[in-house]
């Protein structure tokens, strides 16, 4: 089976830069991917790691550890915008190919 | 292009109650996903299709829960009878491809079961 362990709460200013963790128990997985949420909103789409390293994309890097099994998501130059619920969420490559597993979600909070 | 449309938005039924939620999925996309999201945890997957057929029901409670999808296009979840805990958010997601990492969500349906 699939668990994905996510910090509940995270709070940052306006302007700075945050990094929320994702460290994951998984027998085998295609990749990383992250999504974020509007309290209200639907999930969208943010970054996806296939391989080890950093994925850039605009304000938004993630990053991929197999051998940690640990991945994280950096948002720089914060934004009141940015604050919202962010899930990490893995495929498994066992079974049905692009069955999603969603972390529990760390909720960012962007302060002035 | 239009996205993952869901409807109704809000429903509010009594336990033992039957509900049922609609979703059209982003056109051209072959995979349709349901999935369940209490409040406070991250989405969880009820049931894929790949166009019209059932590829994982797994974590589908089939006793109460049914969902079809007999066109290939848009989809339909039941539930009958409600419990208090089917209380949560039904988000409807389709992607282009059934290995797609990317999901499009739609806006969901809030169901509150009292």
């Known amino acids: 089976g699939q668990s994905l362990e996510q910090p509940s709460e995270v709070t940052a200013v306006e302007g700075a830069i945050v990094q929320m963790n994702c460290t994951y128990q998984?027998?085998?997985?295609?990749?990383l991917s992250w999504y974020q949420q509007h309290d209200g909103g639907a999930p969208t789409f943010l970054s996806y790691?296939?391989?080890?390293g950093l994925e850039e994309t605009g304000r938004f890097s993630s990053f991929l550890s197999r051998s940690d099994s640990y991945g994280y998501l950096l948002l720089q130059e914060l934004q009141m915008k940015d604050s919202a619920s962010y899930f990490c969420?893995?495929?498994?490559?066992?079974?049905?190919?692009?069955?999603?597993?969603f972390g529990t979600g760390t909720r960012l909070q962007v302060t002035l | 292009e239009a996205g993952v449309a869901q409807s109704p938005r809000y429903k509010i039924i009594e336990k033992r109650q039957s509900v049922a939620f609609w979703c059209n999925p982003i056109?051209?996309?072959?995979?349709l996903y349901w999935y369940q999201q209490i409040l406070g945890q991250g989405p969880k997957l009820l049931i894929q299709?790949?166009?019209?057929?059932?590829?994982?029901d797994s974590q589908l409670p089939k006793d109460r829960f049914s969902a079809e999808r007999l066109k290939g296009v848009d989809s339909t979840l039941k539930i009958q009878p409600a419990k208090l805990e089917d209380s949560a958010v039904y988000l409807c997601?389709?992607?282009?491809?059934?290995?797609?990492?990317?999901?499009?969500f739609g806006p969901g349906t809030r169901l509150t079961v009292t």
């Open positions: 997601a389709s992607s282009f491809r059934i290995v797609g990492h990317e999901q499009y």
């Open positions: 998984t027998s085998g997985f295609y990749g």
């Open positions: 790691n296939a391989l080890d």
């Open positions: 969420a893995v495929r498994p490559n066992t079974g049905t190919a692009s069955k999603l597993t």
């Open positions: 056109s051209g996309h072959a995979t």
């Open positions: 299709f790949q166009n019209n057929g059932v590829v994982d």
